[in-house]
């Protein structure tokens, strides 16, 4: 009677489970689509908790079958309580992993039925290591990384970016007319399945002794690999297997915001008010900076009169935190600057005619699409003769509306 009741239960979940699938790859709404994933991780452990039922059901009969029932249910929901990759004996087996390829017991790589060892991440790095990868994120962030929006979208999914967008409209207005219409983005945005990864010798990790040092290095070494290529890819990114960068996204160069400056033109003042922000949109004034801090020394804070006396705070309000390591950032013409690594953006001086040197930008129009779910593989790099940690991410970002950027070109 137990088993036919469970099996019942299980056929109902799993029809359930493919209708949600069928509506989340049909839908074009990015909340329904968050929705409807939120629902599938539900109904995936509750699916995990019925075959488990079902298997108790077929070791026994009568009231030894009961028994084992219950005890079923109370283990599960012993289990369900406690995140399995954040118990001590998970972290150990996956510290064992990494620093000597000891494989993970295959009872620790169990969760509702899926396995922890995936063919596209490797092992699952574990939760208290994530939690603290994110806790610092959200602290040490990079300078541009800690600006732009933040998605969790299925990929491979069309999203309109007019739905990622808020609109107001009167509730007695019955049409919207043509002129408000017109000014709406139909564009679509679609995020890839794009995974990076993070190497570290296994010859380092292997000589951390303690548990609590090898998960702090372990966030340590993933921060600054994960936000320094979160940076870059937001600007230089090509699109290919990566982020598509704001310099390299071809519908940003077609709307035709790029101006070039010469060196004399970027020191001066008046040709900042006549070529960039006599240009600039009223919807679109309130955005920021991106520049080198090569640039901002050399050209920006350089600004002066005929006399040679500098003028760049009185003319422009530059001031800028060079002397931050933390917040090495600042503001010009009242708008916020931020300060990259000239592997971001390149110097004026070292840049080619033609080439980027300055962004401005709206960053909550550039999206960064990820779970922040991390795992971990294992090879051997046969030239250095050393096995070598690979931690592996599936991340992807790109612009969303293209009119909120504009390129900053040396003539």
């Known amino acids: 009677m137990f088993k036919s009741t469970f099996e019942k239960k299980l056929a109902r979940l ?33 699916i995990g908790e019925v075959r ?21 249910f109370e283990t599960g929901e012993k289990r369900n309580a406690e995140d399995p990759y954040a118990t001590m004996e998970y972290r150990k087996a996956f510290m064992a992993y990494a620093q000597s390829g000891q494989p993970i017991p295959a009872n620790l790589i169990q969760r509702d039925g899926t396995p922890a060892n995936t063919d596209s991440l490797g092992a699952t790095i574990p939760t208290t290591v994530l939690n603290e990868f994110i806790n610092e994120v959200r602290k040490v962030y990079g300078n541009l990384y800690a600006k732009v929006r933040k998605l969790n979208i299925q990929g491979g999914v069309k999203i309109p970016i007019a739905s990622l967008q808020a609109s107001f409209k009167w509730i007695t207005e019955d049409t ?12 679509y945005v679609e995020f890839s399945y794009n995974v990076g990864e993070i190497r570290v010798a296994q010859t380092y990790l292997a000589s ?23 940076d870059t ?20 160069q077609a ?9 004399a033109e970027i020191s001066n003042w008046t040709a900042w008010r006549k070529k960039f922000f006599a240009k600039l949109p009223l919807g679109y004034r309130f ?40 917040n090495p950032n600042g ?16 110097d004026f001086d070292s840049a080619q005619a033609g080439d980027v040197i300055g962004i401005f930008w709206d960053p909550q129009e550039y999206a960064i699409n990820t779970n922040m779910q991390f795992g971990l593989r294992r090879y051997f790099d046969e030239e250095r003769n050393e096995w070598v940690d690979k931690m592996l991410t599936v991340v992807d970002g790109k612009p969303l509306n293209p009119y909120a950027f504009w390129l900053i070109k040396k003539a």
């Open 331 to 346: 503001r010009f013409f009242g708008r916020e600057v931020s300060l990259v690594e000239p592997d971001v953006i390149a």
């Open 208 to 230: 951390i002794v303690t548990l609590d040092i090898f998960e702090r290095e372990v966030v340590q070494i993933m921060l600054k690999a994960y936000l320094q290529a979160m």
């Open 287 to 326: 955005g920021e900076f991106i520049f080198t801090q090569a640039t901002v020394d050399a050209y920006l804070e350089t600004m002066a009169d005929n006399n040679n006396n500098p003028i760049f705070r009185q003319a422009t309000g530059l001031e800028v935190n060079d002397g931050d390591a933390a």
């Open 14 to 46: 799993e029809s359930k489970k493919e209708e949600l699938k069928k509506r989340a790859l049909a839908s074009t709404d990015v909340n329904e689509v968050k929705s409807i994933n939120a629902e599938l991780e539900e109904l995936a452990t509750e």
């Open 233 to 252: 890819g937001i600007v230089q990114g090509t699109g290919n297997g990566q982020l598509l960068g704001i310099a390299n996204d071809p519908r940003i």
């Open 176 to 187: 919207v007319s043509p002129r408000q219409d017109a000014g709406k983005i139909k564009d």
């Open 52 to 72: 488990e039922m079902i298997a108790a059901c077929e070791t026994s009969d009568g009231e030894a079958g009961r028994q084992t029932v219950r005890a079923s």
């Open 255 to 263: 709307t035709g915001q790029a101006i070039t400056l010469t060196a």
